[in-house]
C-alpha cells in the first residue's frame, strides 16, 4: 500500500487525477506530437485490420495513425481535453475516431471485442494496470494484437509505475509474445518525450485464430 501511495503522489503530483493531464493538455500544441509512437509505426504491419482500442491515448496521435490504416479505432483516456484535440486531429485528417472519456479504473473494455489494443505510454497505478494486465488478452477476439510501450526504472518491480518488460509479461497473463523488451532509446515524440529514456515495448498476441 505505501508503495502504491507512493507511486501515486510521486514528486507531490497525482498522475491519477484527471486534472494533472488536463492542464497538460490544455497548453499549446501537442504534448506527445501528432506522429505516431515509433514503436506502433515499426509494427503496424503485423497487426491485423478490424477493432482498435487505443487506452489512454490523450490526444489521438496514435489512433489517428490506426483510423488512417483503415481500422474503426477507438481512442479512450479520462483527458476531456486530450480527446476534443484528439477529434480535431482525426477531422484535419478526414477521420473520425469513437471517443470514449472515462477513467481506467471503472473501465470495461469488453470480451472478444477487439482486433489491436493499444496502451502506449499509458502508465497507470499498480494496482490498476496489475488488475488490467490479467484480462487484456480475453478482450482480444483470436488472433488479436496488444501494442504497449511504457517508461521502464530500473529494478522496478510490480509494485512500480514503471516496470521493465519481464514483470509486464508476467502481469499479461493469456498471450503470446512475439517481442518483449528493454532498451534505452531517445525519444522525439513531442515535448514531453525528447531525450534519452528507458522503455520497456511488447507485441503480443491472442492464442487463436481470427
Ligand atoms: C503519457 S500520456 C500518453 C498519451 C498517449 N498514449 C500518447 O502516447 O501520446 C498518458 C495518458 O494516460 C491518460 N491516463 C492516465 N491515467 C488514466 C486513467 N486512470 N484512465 C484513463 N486515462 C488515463 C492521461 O490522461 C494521458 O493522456
Redesign the pocket.
Same mark, same amino acid.
Request: net charge neutral; glycine share 10%; hydrophobic share 40%.
Given at each position: 500500500m505505501a508503495s502504491s501511495m507512493s507511486s501515486r503522489m510521486r514528486d507531490g503530483v497525482d %498522475? +491519477?487525477a =484527471?486534472a494533472y493531464?488536463d492542464a497538460r493538455?490544455a497548453e499549446d500544441g501537442f &504534448?506527445?506530437g501528432t506522429e505516431p +509512437?515509433d514503436f506502433l509505426r515499426l509494427v503496424a504491419d503485423r497487426l491485423p485490420g478490424g477493432d482498435a482500442l *487505443?487506452? *489512454?491515448?490523450?490526444?489521438g %496521435? +496514435?489512433a489517428t495513425f490506426l483510423a488512417q490504416r483503415g481500422m474503426r479505432t477507438t481512442a479512450?483516456?479520462?483527458?476531456a481535453v &486530450?480527446l476534443r484535440k484528439a477529434e480535431g486531429l482525426a477531422a484535419q485528417r478526414g477521420l473520425r475516431l469513437q471517443i470514449l472519456c472515462?477513467?481506467? &479504473?471503472g473501465?470495461d473494455p469488453g470480451v472478444g471485442r477487439w482486433d489491436v489494443i493499444t496502451?502506449?505510454?499509458?502508465? =497507470?497505478?499498480p494496482l490498476?494496470r496489475r488488475a488490467l494486465y490479467a484480462r487484456l488478452a480475453a478482450c482480444l477476439r483470436p488472433g488479436g494484437a496488444l501494442v504497449l510501450e511504457t517508461k521502464v526504472e530500473e529494478d522496478a518491480g510490480s509494485d512500480s509505475r514503471y516496470p521493465g518488460s519481464p514483470v509486464l509479461c508476467a502481469e499479461l497473463l493469456g498471450l503470446d509474445f512475439a517481442i518483449a523488451r528493454d532498451s534505452t532509446r531517445v525519444l522525439r515524440?513531442?515535448r514531453?518525450h525528447d531525450g534519452e529514456q528507458r522503455t520497456a515495448q511488447i507485441l503480443a498476441f491472442r492464442p487463436g485464430y481470427p
Amino acid at each position: 500500500m505505501a508503495s502504491s501511495m507512493s507511486s501515486r503522489m510521486r514528486d507531490g503530483v497525482d %498522475r +491519477n487525477a =484527471p486534472a494533472y493531464w488536463d492542464a497538460r493538455f490544455a497548453e499549446d500544441g501537442f &504534448a506527445y506530437g501528432t506522429e505516431p +509512437n515509433d514503436f506502433l509505426r515499426l509494427v503496424a504491419d503485423r497487426l491485423p485490420g478490424g477493432d482498435a482500442l *487505443c487506452l *489512454c491515448e490523450g490526444e489521438g %496521435r +496514435n489512433a489517428t495513425f490506426l483510423a488512417q490504416r483503415g481500422m474503426r479505432t477507438t481512442a479512450m483516456d479520462f483527458s476531456a481535453v &486530450a480527446l476534443r484535440k484528439a477529434e480535431g486531429l482525426a477531422a484535419q485528417r478526414g477521420l473520425r475516431l469513437q471517443i470514449l472519456c472515462c477513467d481506467l &479504473a471503472g473501465f470495461d473494455p469488453g470480451v472478444g471485442r477487439w482486433d489491436v489494443i493499444t496502451m502506449i505510454f499509458g502508465q =497507470p497505478d499498480p494496482l490498476l494496470r496489475r488488475a488490467l494486465y490479467a484480462r487484456l488478452a480475453a478482450c482480444l477476439r483470436p488472433g488479436g494484437a496488444l501494442v504497449l510501450e511504457t517508461k521502464v526504472e530500473e529494478d522496478a518491480g510490480s509494485d512500480s509505475r514503471y516496470p521493465g518488460s519481464p514483470v509486464l509479461c508476467a502481469e499479461l497473463l493469456g498471450l503470446d509474445f512475439a517481442i518483449a523488451r528493454d532498451s534505452t532509446r531517445v525519444l522525439r515524440e513531442g515535448r514531453y518525450h525528447d531525450g534519452e529514456q528507458r522503455t520497456a515495448q511488447i507485441l503480443a498476441f491472442r492464442p487463436g485464430y481470427p
